[in-house]
């Protein structure tokens, strides 16, 4: 079983708040990963870590950001929601190499 | 750049029926390759992966073998059940640049009994 968890998994927010959604994994790994996901089901990488202090941008640009303070935590803020942003919000880690990735439940989030 | 192609979906099948889903790749080098599984409001599982040419991945009854002269890895099964209705993603993990997971755009399969 995998031990990476995100919070909440359901959210229904109006346009203009600030969220953060919580991702956060229990078995030490240095890696993290944002996902996108679109109706379509299509994944799309917005953000990535490779370690505490470490974020880089993936290849689907994306308003919302992320920090990484703890090795297990890797919140993704948007400071204004707006109605584009409705979508699924997966997270992932994984250990260097060439091994798998492990990832959360996820969290759907729409913007009313 | 690497890039994951699977068939496009949806894919019906009856219970019990042979199942196949294609995937290809490019990529630099030879890279790990996944088949994972999404169930309706999950995240994603690992299915099976394979790490070297010529080695097969199994699991829950599916199959994969990791063909480098076709750069092909579909994922089959034999005998599929109502609960394998789910969306399948093929997927490649980069060996450099930051060992990203490259998905392709998975591939939905309904079962019915």
């Known amino acids: 079983e995998a031990d990476i968890y995100q919070t909440p998994r359901y959210l229904v927010i109006g346009t203009g708040k600030k969220i953060t959604l919580e991702c956060s994994q229990t078995?030490?790994?240095?890696?993290m990963y944002w996902y996108q996901q679109d109706p379509g089901m299509e994944l799309h990488l917005i953000h990535y870590?490779?370690?505490?202090?470490?974020?880089e941008k993936g290849d689907l640009s994306s308003e919302s950001t992320v920090s990484r303070i703890r090795t297990e935590h890797f919140p993704l803020t948007l400071e204004s929601a707006r109605p584009s942003h409705t979508s699924q919000y997966l997270c992932?880690?994984?250990?260097?190499?060439?091994?798998?990735?492990?990832f959360g439940q996820g969290t759907r989030l729409t913007v009313v | 750049g690497n890039s994951v192609t699977q068939m496009e979906g949806p894919v019906t099948l009856s219970e019990e029926a042979f199942l196949t889903i294609n995937c290809t790749y490019t990529?630099?080098?030879?890279?790990?390759l996944f088949w994972y599984v999404q169930y309706p409001g999950e995240g994603l599982q690992l299915l099976l992966k394979?790490?070297?040419?010529?080695d097969k991945g199994s699991n829950k009854g599916f199959e994969a073998t990791y063909r480098k002269e076709t750069t092909s890895f579909h994922l089959e099964k034999g005998s599929v059940q109502v609960s394998d209705s789910a969306v399948y993603f093929c997927?490649?993990?980069?060996?450099?640049?930051?060992?990203?997971?490259?998905f392709g755009a998975g591939t939905r399969l309904f079962v019915k009994a």
């Open positions: 870590s490779y370690g505490v202090n470490s974020t």
């Open positions: 992932a880690s994984s250990e260097w190499g060439n091994t798998e990735a492990f």
């Open positions: 078995m030490g790994h240095d890696k």
């Open positions: 394979a790490t070297k040419a010529d």
């Open positions: 997927a490649l993990r980069e060996l450099t640049g930051g060992f990203k997971t490259i």
């Open positions: 990529a630099t080098g030879y890279p790990s």
